[in-house]
Nanobody
Framework: QVQLVESGGGSVQAGGSLRLSCAAMGVSVRNSCMAWFRQAPGKEREAVAKSYNWGSGTSYADSVKGRFTISQDNAKNTVYLQMNSLKPEDTAMYYC????????????????????WGQGTQVTVSS
């Protein structure tokens, strides 16, 4: 049984930082396309960061590039999202996701291709 368990969300002021963690069980982050999505009220779920090829490859949404960093600890089977210089528009529920995709396909991962979702962790950024 696959479980993705997120933690690390919370409330911060604009300019602050948070680090999200996603502990994976039943799936190997090393061999999977791993990603962080977010969904704000009334908006579609969007991918913000992806990790593939044993974590050696990453890609980011333009809106978070240079501020967010996805990483993974293969020994701990855990994926992280370091979020710096947070803005109010980053406020959303953040979800960890896993998909069985080749690296070249992981870059274009969309919500409809995700195999497993975490339960989500709320991030709220105040101005």
């Amino acid at each position: 049984q696959v479980q993705l368990v997120e933690s690390g969300g919370g409330s911060v002021q604009a300019g602050g930082s948070l680090r999200l963690s996603c502990a994976a069980m039943g799936v190997s982050v090393r061999n999977s396309c791993m990603a962080w999505f977010r969904q704000a009220p009334g908006k579609e779920r969007e991918a913000v960061a992806k990790s593939y090829n044993w974590g050696s490859g990453t890609s980011y949404a333009d809106s978070v590039k240079g501020r967010f960093t996805i990483s993974q600890d293969n020994a701990k089977n855990t994926v992280y999202l370091q979020m710096n210089s947070l803005k109010p528009e980053d406020t959303a529920m953040y979800y960890c996701a896993s998909a069985t995709l080749a690296p070249y396909a992981c870059v274009g991962l969309r919500a409809g291709s995700v195999s497993y979702w975490g339960q989500g962790t709320q991030v709220t950024v105040s101005s």
